[in-house]
Every structure is written in C-alpha cells, then in structure tokens.
C-alpha cells in the first residue's frame, strides 16, 4: 500500500486530527490544485481540477492546522459526487 492509499484511507475515515497539509497532499494526488483567492481571501482558499473541471472553496483552519468535522465531509461528498473516489 502507498503513502496516497494510506492517506486516502484515513482521509475516508474522517478522522479528528487531519491537518490541512495532509489534505493539501490527498487533493493534489487527485489532480486538484490550491488556488489563493487574492489579496483579500483572507484564509479562504478555492481546489480546483482542471481535468474534470470542479472546483470548491473552503477556508484554512487557524490557529490550529486541524480541518473541521465537517468541511471533511463536505470534502468527501464533493470528492464522491464526481466520481473521484
């Protein structure tokens, strides 16, 4: 098994101490790309697949690195609903 399997593995187990790096990771290993919304975005970032042509915005988790419960599922429906994983 990979580390992009295990990672996807535990990404799918909605854990409660993902970090945004490990899915930075993930959505890059899927052919998204992070995208900063401009000066002003503040921590309001935007993946987006040029393959598929989606796209969805979410914001960085602050002060800790740890993504919420559910901006994981939200992630994980996105992610299903194109037929992605």
Partial sequence: MTKKDKLLERFLSIPKDFT???LKTLLNSLGYEECHL???SGSR???F?????HKFKIHKPHPLNIIKHYLLVFILDELKSKNII
């Fill in 20 to 22: 945004y790096n490990e």
């Fill in 38 to 40: 401009g000066k002003t």
């Fill in 45 to 47: 970032v935007e993946f």
């Fill in 49 to 53: 697949n040029a393959r598929i042509i």
